[in-house]
């Protein structure tokens, strides 16, 4: 919205700072932190007055869990807020990037909520059906990728290689598609522990940041052998705002948790991540950059075709968070180490920028 002002009135004096992709990025991360923490007190005593018991807590998890009984779930909402109207104020309303990114980040959270809403008021872990959250999860993420691949390039690239290594053609929206429901659904899965999600999902973000910026600038983009896609370069600002979203509600969310992102925040913000990856086609460096997510989904994978095979298990318990539990480490060792993994693997991932 700042920018179509600044715009109309030709930006005069301070309103020229609203053309720069990074002012406004840094704008979005303050605007989306003060936003988040501002309503979040208020935001989750309503949610204890809703939900009275708050989120149901598996009979079969982790036993040192059943603590945690009475903690309010879907603080994905405060997350969406304030994403949501930090990207009103701060964003390029003619960048279809965004609003395809912005459409599945909603649309996955919706998805999320209904899933929420139906675990709280049955008092049951179950949820919404699988086969009915893929379909949808599938529908908005179609129409989301239809929109971003719309007369871009269909080239796959690969890390540490320069140049695409194959052009998928007219099986390119499908393959966007299914990046970006996988993604949503390994931060799910990796939601488990308090703070275990938040962290890694802005990491991740700060990385992306880093190449929506360098895909988005031709003589960035054309120096490192990279794609270089026109407009990608506002998606700054929807990482800003991610990051200041996630910062808001790790004050939250920290251990011992006031609230539980539950599936409306971690579908949401593995869909946007998702979405982004897409857009500035590094999909295979989102499995480095979220490799975390992937090692977290994988487990359950693994998990589940050795059991159903073998009657045996690979894990003590899945996902693998659930297994160094058991193994005896500690909900904030488990945690505070995995966030070490995931800046390295951060690391790694923009490495391969340069590494060609």
Excluded at 79 to 104: E, G, H, P, Q
Excluded at 167 to 182: E, H, I, Q, T
Aim: proline share 4%.
């Amino acid at each position: 919205m700042f920018l179509w002002i600044a715009e109309q009135l030709g930006f005069p004096g301070v309103f020229n700072l609203f053309r720069y992709i990074t002012f406004r990025a840094g704008a979005a991360t303050a605007t989306a932190l003060f936003l988040g923490l501002l309503i979040g007190p208020k935001f989750i005593g309503w949610l204890r007055i809703r939900q009275g018991k708050g989120q149901p807590i598996r009979a079969d998890g982790p036993q040192t869990h059943l603590a945690k009984r009475g903690t309010p779930t879907m603080g994905g909402l405060m997350i969406l807020t304030s994403l949501s109207v930090s990207m009103l104020l701060w964003m390029d309303f003619t960048n279809r990037y965004l609003w395809a990114c912005m459409f599945i980040t909603v649309g996955f959270g919706l998805i999320g909520f209904l899933d929420d809403y139906d675990k709280v008021t049955k008092r049951s872990h179950k949820g919404v059906s699988a086969r009915v959250r893929l379909l949808a999860e599938f529908l908005v993420a179609g129409i989301g990728c239809a929109v971003i691949t719309y007369g871009a390039g269909t080239e796959l690239y690969i890390p540490f290689y320069k140049g695409p290594v194959v052009d998928l053609g007219f099986a390119y929206p499908f393959f966007a598609a299914f990046v970006v429901v996988s993604f949503g659904n390994a931060v799910n899965l990796t939601d488990g522990l308090d703070g275990l999600a938040t962290m890694p999902v802005i990491i991740a973000s700060l990385a992306f940041l880093v190449i929506a910026y360098l895909v988005g600038n031709a003589k960035f983009a054309g120096y490192l052998g990279i794609p270089h896609v026109l407009g990608v370069g506002d998606l700054t600002v929807l990482c800003s705002a991610i990051v200041g979203a996630g910062l808001a509600f790790l004050w939250f969310n920290a251990p011992p948790a006031a609230v539980f992102m539950g599936d409306t925040g971690s579908l949401a913000l593995g869909g946007a991540l998702g979405a982004i990856a897409v857009c500035t086609q590094h999909e295979i460096v989102l499995g480095i950059i979220g490799g975390l997510f992937v090692v977290e989904a994988m487990s359950v994978i693994i998990q589940v075709f050795f059991y159903k095979r073998t009657g045996r298990r690979v894990f003590k318990m899945a996902p693998i968070h659930h297994h160094f539990e058991q193994m005896g480490w500690s909900e904030p060792t488990v945690v505070i180490r995995f966030w070490i993994i995931s800046f390295v693997l951060a690391l790694a991932g923009l490495s391969t920028l340069k590494l060609r």
